[in-house]
């Protein structure tokens, strides 16, 4: 009885006290309910902060052609390694967007991380966690834990709802302590990020097609120009449209909030390199959609 109030209550506030995680249960409901209209293609645009600060939803939305329906699913904190299996677990539910464009930054492409319980919460199925726990070498216990999350979003959030508090408690260290978290990560080599862009969105791009989706990978802003080409190269050989719209355009320091994230003049600009790149091909996603 106490766990069951314990998740009711969680539940409840947590969605009405934090705009963050309301944004995110929002986009999750929203993201599992889209299904094919014929003459309207459905973009799904997931990713972590990168595609919060970079991509200007309403902007998105104007510039795409009128039969078009765009949505977006962000969570922040995320690795692609997340959207590998967030696509799978989208599509389990039911979800079925015409185009998944995945944003996330090139250093997000090979660590062999997560965010934890709460991506169990929000992005796995329960029948990918030993995989999951297996490529990361948890122990039982850590193991574990991705169950209990995987259906208490008490046990999933605890971590939030601390940073809650904290945040309210004391912000000047709320502030520290996230940036420390979204900032950008270490360089690493091109040939691992290469070798990981191909082996995750090879996985990613399998899964689109065995349920009719075009998969594409957009490179943010603000990505070193040997990551990029390692990412365009491991793309490629995976059978995946890669966009870097911001190449050859100028995005000066003046253009980013922290250094990482594009701030809303940076993302009206790459909103608008971007916007087109995704037009592409919806005239011959909404032909084919009409003979469904």
């Known amino acids: 009885g106490i766990v069951a109030m314990l998740e009711a209550g969680t539940r409840l506030a947590f969605s009405r006290i934090s705009a963050i995680e309301t944004r ?8 599992n309910s889209i299904r094919p209209i014929p003459g309207r293609p459905s973009l799904l645009l997931v990713g972590n902060s990168l595609l919060l600060h970079a991509v200007d939803m309403p902007l998105l939305k104007q510039l795409l052609p009128g039969n078009a329906r765009a949505y977006r699913y962000v969570i922040e904190q995320t690795y692609l390694l997340d959207w590998q299996y967030g696509i799978r677990r989208l599509f389990a539910d039911g979800s079925r967007p015409d185009k998944i464009v995945v944003v996330v930054g090139a250093v997000h492409v090979r660590p062999v991380k997560i965010r934890g319980d709460y991506s169990s919460y929000y992005l796995f199925r329960t029948a990918d966690l030993p995989e999951i726990a297996s490529m990361l070498d948890y122990d039982l216990t850590k193991e574990s834990s991705l169950y209990f999350a995987r259906y208490s979003l008490f046990f999933a959030g605890r971590n939030n709802l601390r940073n809650f508090v904290l945040n309210k ?8 302590l996230h940036a420390l978290a979204t900032g950008p990560a270490p360089k690493e080599n091109p040939d691992l990020i290469g070798r990981a862009a191909y082996q995750r969105l090879s996985a990613m791009r399998r899964d689109c097609d065995a349920h009719g989706a075009k998969l594409i990978f957009v490179i943010a802003p603000g990505a070193a120009p040997e990551e990029i080409a390692a990412v365009v190269n491991g793309a490629r050989d995976a059978g995946v449209e890669c966009l870097v719209p911001s190449r050859g355009t100028s995005f000066p320091p003046s253009l980013f909030e922290d ?33 469904r």
Do not use: Q
């Not at 995110?24 to 993201?31: K, P």
């Not at 408690?169 to 520290?176: F, H, I, V």
């Not at 994230?261 to 084919?288: K, M, Q, S, V």
């Open 24 to 31: 995110i249960s929002d986009e999750h409901r929203t993201a």
């Open 259 to 291: 250094g990482f994230h594009l701030n809303a003049t940076g993302a009206t600009r790459f909103t608008h390199l971007l916007a087109p790149e995704l037009a592409n091909d919806l005239g011959e996603i909404a032909r084919a959609a009409s003979w």
């Open 169 to 176: 408690l004391d912000p000047a260290y709320s502030r520290m």
